[in-house]
């Protein structure tokens, strides 16, 4: 079976003092483990791969190595770069987000139960939200510290814990997953 492209997004690392993975390390580590065409982008934490696995697997392999090599587990969702490119081409508020800073993806292994998607209050006090499939797509056009969006438990509300990523790094990781 032929490799396919791989974008890794690891999640709740770097942040502060707590919870540190090298990305040089981390690539390091991923290419002894068999992985090919390794690159990280930025530190939060950003891998493209190419590997045989099927995602739920790989997702299950990069989450232990990481558990073994740095002793913290992290929760990883991986995404083809097929399917990152499609989150791109198919941008919900393109006509809306003007800052990709103030833009936000989270990306999720399942998608959320549509009874709980349904049971979403509207947006108020600026911003949009949209879940489409297995992403939660944020436009806070206040920024993430004066938006009452961002402040939102999403996990709760959704059920489903995820990774986000400024639109920035979105487009970024899907033209490094070319």
Do not use: C
């Amino acid at each position: 079976m032929s490799p396919t492209r791989y974008v890794a997004l690891l999640r709740g690392i770097n942040l502060g003092t707590a919870r540190q993975v090298g990305m040089p390390r981390l690539a390091e580590l991923l290419g002894a483990r068999g992985y090919e065409n390794v690159r990280t982008h930025l530190r939060s934490g950003n891998v493209v791969l190419d590997s045989p696995l099927a995602e739920a697997e790989l997702a299950a392999d990069l989450s232990t190595a990481i558990g073994e090599e740095f002793g913290f587990d992290v929760p990883v969702v991986v995404r083809t770069g097929q399917e990152l490119a499609a989150v791109v081409a198919g941008d919900p508020f393109a006509t809306v987000a003007t800052d990709p800073a103030r833009y936000l993806v989270t990306f999720m292994a399942e998608p959320p139960d549509p009874a709980a998607v349904d049971a979403l209050p509207p947006a108020e006090g600026g911003g949009e939200y949209l879940i489409r499939g297995r992403e939660l797509y944020l436009w806070l056009p206040d920024g993430i510290q004066n938006s009452p969006l961002a402040s939102w438990k999403w996990d709760r509300l959704i059920g489903r814990p995820g990774a986000a990523r400024n639109w920035n790094t979105v487009v970024r990781l899907a033209e490094l997953a070319r």
